[in-house]
């Protein structure tokens, strides 16, 4: 699922936005670029520096290779709407589930008291 985990090096977030793009169908080419950046993040792949793939996938289309091949660019634009809209979700969930498990009642005299 696209961003599945949200703590992985840059190396192991491109290889997630590579199984993401095959699922969509993305085009031989786009895997193509996304494989070219793989072998330069050779070097990262036991970096602690974490990234979110959103961050990783925003910044893989703002290279040459996808700004100048309007179907590689459409590939990366559709995945980057998946992916926003997972995290729009989560974001939702996180902040309902906080909302939901704060207890609004009074407080009694004794329990300011105890302070």
């Known amino acids: 699922m696209p961003g599945e985990d949200e703590t992985m090096n840059i190396y192991e977030q491109l290889m997630g936005v590579k199984s993401d793009l095959q699922a969509r169908n993305a085009q031989p080419k786009t895997i193509?670029?996304?494989?070219?950046?793989?072998?330069?993040?050779?070097?990262?792949?036991?970096?602690?520096?974490?990234?979110?793939?959103?961050?990783?996938?925003?910044?893989?289309?703002?290279?040459?290779?996808?700004?100048?091949?309007?179907?590689?660019?459409?590939?990366f634009i559709a995945l980057e709407g998946d992916l926003e809209e997972e995290a729009a979700a989560r974001s939702n969930s996180t902040a309902q589930l906080a909302y939901e498990e704060t207890d609004h009642r009074p407080k009694l005299k004794k329990f300011y008291k105890k302070k």
Not at 50 to 67: E, G, H, I, K, N
């Open 32 to 75: 193509g670029v996304i494989d070219k950046m793989i072998g330069l993040a050779e070097s990262q792949r036991d970096s602690a520096l974490s990234m979110s793939r959103l961050q990783v996938l925003r910044r893989a289309m703002q290279t040459r290779d996808v700004l100048n091949d309007e179907d590689i660019r459409l590939d």
